[in-house]
């Protein structure tokens, strides 16, 4: 679901912040600018995650942040900034998960497999699903409502992968 988001707001947030009156130059600075405070969030999202002791509740800020995007372009700059942090700090929450909850590099490396390979094939339908939607609608309306309700599953996902379990299956 992250990918999904990320790929879909790379590919139309300076479409979406020009619909909202933000000149071209404006609205690809602004998702530059998400990139670049996303570079901090996945620096400093895991280290926070394990200090914390509750990831799960980093799960829920990423999606909260994320969610903002869809605040009105007076806040844009602010918005960005905190999409860029939710959505980085969601990606590098996904990869600690993946190594905390495997049991040894093998079955890592097996989680890490399947999670990737289902995770992008999901994540590349995002971008023309919500094209085709804002293409319906002549509207940002419904993109973001669809991107909004898929932050429920992928809040759940981390606050279930945020359990202090292993995923791997039980050993006889």
Do not use: K
Request: proline content about 5%.
């Amino acid at each position: 679901m992250q990918s999904l988001g990320f790929y879909a707001t790379t590919a139309y947030l300076p479409s979406l912040l020009g619909d909202a009156g933000l000149s071209a130059a404006e609205a690809g600075l602004l998702l530059s600018l998400a990139n670049l405070i996303g570079i901090a969030a996945a620096f400093t999202t895991p280290t926070l995650a394990v200090r914390a002791g509750r990831p799960g509740l980093l799960a829920i800020l990423a999606a909260v942040l994320t969610g903002l995007l869809v605040a009105h372009a007076s806040a844009a700059h602010l918005c960005v900034l905190l999409l860029g942090f939710g959505q980085s700090g969601a990606f590098s929450l996904a990869l600690l998960f993946i190594v905390l909850r495997a049991p040894d590099g093998r079955h890592a490396a097996q989680l890490s497999g399947m999670a990737q390979c289902y995770g992008y094939l999901l994540a590349a339908v995002g971008p023309l699903a919500l094209g085709a939607a804002h293409q319906a609608t002549g509207s940002w309306t419904l993109p973001l409502v669809l991107l909004l309700v898929l932050l429920v599953p992928q809040t759940a996902a981390g606050l279930g992968a945020s359990r202090n379990r292993y995923a791997a299956p039980e050993q006889p």
